[in-house]
């Protein structure tokens, strides 16, 4: 038996975890890493059963190759990647980099992949970037380039220090999200001087542990939300000092919110006005406040401008760039680009002339990109580390698409459902079985990177992705097989210099070959990385960022407990990196340097965007999403304690809702004549699925929930619980992000006699 450190994969928190595994390669024990510094030991109970994500009958061992009858065959990888890159090339002389896009590339914690992934667009000279942040995040992210300069300029929620906690749309109890989510939300319960306020049509079991609970309407959020800017507007507390110090526009923008009927749009949410104006007040004059978001307010009507909403709540309150508000934070790995569609030269897709955010397409319209945008459509798809056929809008327009490839690749750990209807399924080793990290770090003032070490041997034939796209890369003949100059210094430097003479030769190399520019991480993979010690050679393309890092943030880098001079200080940073078992805390900033994470030019925050204002304006023209047809609304996609994604296949690990039930308050159910465990069928416009009824006393009436990640096909089975995004549509989104109204689809939901049932 050995005890080994990594971290869980289930969530964007990525916990630090101690496994013991037996000598056959079971976990046989897993507990929190006390030593990691951000988790310092937390998880949650489901990491505990992680030996289902490692071992499970849909694991993949071997390359595979569809047939033309449709079943599939074992290839080699050489057979499998040689026709894929002589296919790839194919379709890009004949058709251009139009013809093709990613999909994924990266889930909860598996972003070091990503980073090889992207390299496969640019050998096919194509931007199209189709990924799951691009239907819940990218509107929040067109508002920070608006606001703070950059698209990349992501902010973040000081939850554990602040006096006042508004956590809207989301429920960080069940979906974390946060720091050690549960100890968090218990310290504020506990202490009388802080406030917590949840804003959410189910009473969630954060709702339960809040002071307030603002049950709304779904949809209505920017209804409510632009009501409590309104009564802070209006009963002057907002913080006039920070906001001529600090920020453009809150003249114009002051004046759309104090013209808010505040009563009419109050109603509209169906919450007491009472209790609204005393959350504005006490969230205006709370020492500290801060607001935190998810998928309540993403998924939902709106999505963009209660992005903008939300982040105008913190800002004219001047609840930012201070302890216990909301801040930016650094990034050592770039998740997210800058992509300003106001610049002529971004790209646009074909049929529906969107504009990427983040560098990232909507997932939303990936099916008429394909099916029908004529000669210059979509012809081939990569997919990696995302099973969009179960996850993504309308099922059945998606499916046909990918069925009408001319090339679908999937590289996954297991059989999806995506993958059967692939041409080529690459089965990757598992995130225990080699070099991984998260780029979801998102703290500040202290940001931590946890690069975790493989545990295991790779399972059969599986490889990790960066040897999989290196493979294809050097197939495609984007890259050479070898380079031998670099690969000589890299061997030859002495180690006290860092890797610096390196990293000088790569450069100067790259400034001479601008066309290799674009695939450096497999370069350092194949040169550097073979120099790395415990086999990193995957994370050799981390030295290049943390020296960018280092350069940028100086202070807050050494503050972090790194030494060396301008050249010196990330090579220090990346040593630990590949030392540090537990992760390590890279940047310390303090709390008012937030403003040189501000990538404007005056380092103001501009507060005035006229597309917003302009769909608040709109805002009361907005009609009721339910009929006479379909009288219900379904949040499809509720995070419970048994549902992560689609990480896990086998059913076997959930302790509890194997059928991932439907969620209807008890008033709704006896009106139906429905009981708890009883089947049903729910109906949207664009499809029906059959569920199984829960009574939960929290749903609101009118409302009722499914959960996410369920309707997988175990080993070929049926589906096992509900296949969501049948009913989901990829038409109703937001109008300027794309984003789909996953949490506000209306619904009909009738009894399944036994008759029909069967
Ligand atoms: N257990 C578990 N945790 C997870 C995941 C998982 O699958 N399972 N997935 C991870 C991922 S990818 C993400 S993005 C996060 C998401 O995390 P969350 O966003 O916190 O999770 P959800 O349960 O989808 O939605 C949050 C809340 O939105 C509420 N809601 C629905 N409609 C509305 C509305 O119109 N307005 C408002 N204000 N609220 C509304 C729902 O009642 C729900 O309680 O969770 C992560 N964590
Ligand atoms: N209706 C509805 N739809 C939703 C949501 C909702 O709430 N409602 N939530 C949305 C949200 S917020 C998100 S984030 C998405 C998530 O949906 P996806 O983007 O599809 O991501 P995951 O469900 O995390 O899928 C992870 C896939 O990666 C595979 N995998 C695991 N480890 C590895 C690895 O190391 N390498 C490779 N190559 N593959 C690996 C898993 O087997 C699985 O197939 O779903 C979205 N879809
Ligand atoms: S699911 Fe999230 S919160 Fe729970 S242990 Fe895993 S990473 Fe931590
Ligand atoms: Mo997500």
């Keep these: 038996m050995t005890t080994q450190k990594t971290a869980c994969i289930l969530c964007s928190r990525n916990c630090g975890l101690v496994v013991d595994i037996d000598a056959q390669g079971h976990f046989t024990k897993i507990r929190g890493d006390e030593q990691h510094p951000v988790s310092k030991g937390y998880i949650c109970q489901k990491a505990a059963r992680l030996a289902h994500y490692q071992q499970n009958g849909d694991r993949l061992s071997h390359p595979l190759r569809r047939e033309a009858d449709g079943h599939f065959v074992q290839v080699s990888w050489d057979e499998a990647l040689n026709d894929i890159a002589s296919r790839l090339i194919n379709i890009r002389e004949k ?128 209804f409510l939300l632009s009501a409590i800017l309104s009564i802070i507007i209006r009963e002057d507390l907002y913080d006039r000092d920070f906001l001529a110090r600090h920020c453009h526009g809150f003249e114009t923008v002051e004046k759309t919110l104090r013209e808010i009927p505040i009563a009419d749009y109050v109603a509209r949410a169906d919450v007491p006005l009472d209790v609204v104006e005393k959350v504005a007040r006490d969230f205006a004059t709370a020492k500290t406040a801060c607001v935190r978001v998810d998928l309540g307010l993403q998924h939902t009507l709106n999505t963009t401008l209660n992005g903008y909403l939300e982040k105008l709540l913190y800002l004219i309150t001047g609840n930012f760039g201070i302890k216990g508000g909301n801040n930016l934070h650094t990034s050592l790995i770039p998740v997210l680009g800058h992509t300003d569609e106001r610049n002529p030269r971004i790209q646009r897709t074909v049929y529906h002339k969107m504009f990427p955010i983040a560098g990232i397409f909507p997932p939303n319209i990936l099916p008429d990109e394909i099916l029908l945008a004529g000669e210059d459509r979509i012809r081939a798809v990569m ?130 070959h601008k066309k290799l520019q674009a695939f450096a991480a497999s370069i350092l993979y194949r040169t550097l990385g073979s120099v790395l010690p415990n086999g990193a050679a995957a994370a050799a393309f981390v030295l290049p960022l943390a020296i960018q890092l280092a350069a940028e943030h100086p202070h807050a880098v050494r503050r972090a407990g790194y030494q060396g001079n301008r050249f010196t200080l990330g090579a220090d940073l990346f040593q630990a990196i590949l030392r540090e078992r537990s992760g390590v805390i890279f940047s310390e900033h303090h709390y008012d340097e937030v403003w040189s994470l501000v990538k404007t030019k005056d380092k103001r925050i501009q507060l005035a965007i006229a597309e917003m204002l302009e769909e608040l304006r709109l805002l009361p023209k907005q009609s009721d999403t339910t009929s006479s047809d379909y009288p219900f609304i379904l949040a499809a996609g509720e995070r419970r304690s048994y549902n992560a994604n689609q990480i896990y296949r086998d059913p076997a690990w959930r302790k509890v809702d194997p059928h991932g039930a439907m969620r209807m308050s008890p008033e709704d159910a006896t009106s139906l004549g429905l009981v708890a465990g009883e089947s049903a069928f729910c109906t949207s416009k664009h499809g029906e699925i059959s569920v199984v009824v829960e009574i939960d006393e929290g749903m609101r009436q009118g409302v009722v929930s499914l ?10 089975g049926n589906p096992i619980g509900p296949e969501l995004n049948r009913l989901t549509s990829r038409i109703d989104c937001d109008p300027l992000s794309r984003t789909p109204h996953h949490k506000c689809l209306p619904v009909s939901i009738r009894k399944a006699t036994d008759q029909n049932a069967a």
């Design 707 to 716: 959960p996410h990640g369920y309707g997988n096909r175990y080993q070929g």
């Design 383 to 512: 997919v990696e580390s995302s099973n969009p056929l179960l996850t993504w809008p309308d099922t059945p327009a998606l499916e046909k698409a990918f069925k009408s490839l001319e090339l679908l690749v999937v590289v996954d750990v297991a059989m999806t459902e995506t993958a059967r209807l692939a041409h080529y399924i690459l089965p990757a080793a598992s995130q225990f079985e080699k070099y991984e990290f998260t780029g979801f770090n998102m703290e500040f003032p202290h940001n931590g990177f946890h690069l975790r070490h493989a545990l295991l041997p790779s399972h059969a034939e599986t490889l990790a992705e960066p040897e999989i796209y290196t493979r294809l890369l050097e197939k495609m003949g984007a890259i050479p097989k070898s380079f031998p100059w670099l690969s000589r210094i890299a061997r030859h430097e002495p180690k006290a210099t860092g890797h610096l003479a390196y990293m000088a030769a790569t450069l100067t190399m790259l400034a001479r």
């Design 95 to 222: 058709h251009g980099g139009k013809a093709f896009a990613t999909a994924g590339g990266g889930g909860q914690g598996n972003h070091l992949g990503g980073a090889y992934f992207g390299q496969i667009r640019a050998a096919m000279k194509s931007r199209f970037n189709y990924n799951s942040l691009g239907q819940e995040k990218t509107g929040d992210f067109w508002v920070n380039g608006r606001m703070f300069g950059r698209q990349t300029c992501h902010t973040t929620e000081d939850v554990e220090h602040a006096d006042y906690v508004l956590f809207i749309g989301c429920n960080p109890f069940q979906s974390h999200g946060i720091p050690n989510a549960r100890d968090t939300l218990k310290d504020i319960r506990k202490d009388t001087n802080r406030t917590m306020v949840v804003i959410d049509p189910r009473r969630t079991e954060t709702a339960k542990q809040a002071d307030i609970h603002l049950q709304l309407k779904p949809g209505t959020d920017a």
